[in-house]
Structure formats: C-alpha cells, structure tokens
C-alpha cells in the first residue's frame, strides 16, 4: 500500500514558477514509477507527466512539455513537479499517482493523493 500527500500548490500570476512535492509512504517506494494527474473545473482528469522508478525515464503530457521538470527523490521518498512559464490553462488539482510502470501509469494510476490546488491567474 502507498499513501500520497501532495504539497506546493497555490496561486501565481500567468508566466511565474511553483513547485509542487508528493510525499510517499511505504518501504516499496523506490520501485513505483510515480507521477502527476490534473482535473480543471468540469474537465477529466489529465495525464501531466510520469517518471520510472530509477528516475531514468520520464514523459511528458504534450501541453506542458518544456515547461514542467519531474523529478524523484528515493531517499526521500519525494517526487517533485517544477511548473514554469505557468498559463491560466494550468489551472487545477494537481494529483500525484504511483503505479507499477510508467506505461500503466499514464492511463490508470494504482494510487492516487488527494491533490493540490493550483490557480494561475491572467
């Protein structure tokens, strides 16, 4: 079992930077890939960007490509979003999710966090 608490979110201006981490329990940590959904108003849940258990391999949802970085910290059981060049599209809960692979995980997360708000504003 893995248990995700997120934090970092909150309101920018369009164009600034935030930070978002994903605490993990769970001795088994290390060997999820984890990752990142987001849920705008009235939309599905979106795949945002995933990253194998080794840290080696990531992948990126095309709307944020080039401007978000994810990133793990196995000895701290962290994962990191860094969002910059933030747009008012950006706009949602933002969801850490961990699974077996990074292929399963960018269309049905095993374990999901109860996600952070993340407001951009024009």
């Known amino acids: 079992q893995v248990q995700l608490v997120e934090s970092g979110g909150g309101l920018v201006q369009a164009g600034g930077s935030l930070r978002l981490s994903c605490e993990a329990s769970g001795r088994t940590f290390s060997t999820y890939a984890m990752g990142w959904f987001r849920q705008a108003p009235r939309k599905e849940r979106e795949f945002v960007a995933v990253i194998a258990w080794s840290g080696g391999n990531t992948y990126y949802a095309d709307s944020v490509k080039g401007r978000f970085t994810i990133s793990r910290d196995n000895a701290k059981n962290t994962v990191y979003l860094q969002m910059n060049s933030l747009k008012p599209e950006d706009t949602a809960v933002y969801h850490c999710?961990?699974?077996?692979?990074?292929?399963?995980?960018?269309?049905?997360?095993?374990?999901w966090g109860q996600g952070t708000q993340v407001t951009v504003s024009s």
């Open positions: 999710v961990a699974g077996v692979n990074t292929g399963i995980l960018t269309k049905t997360p095993q374990y």
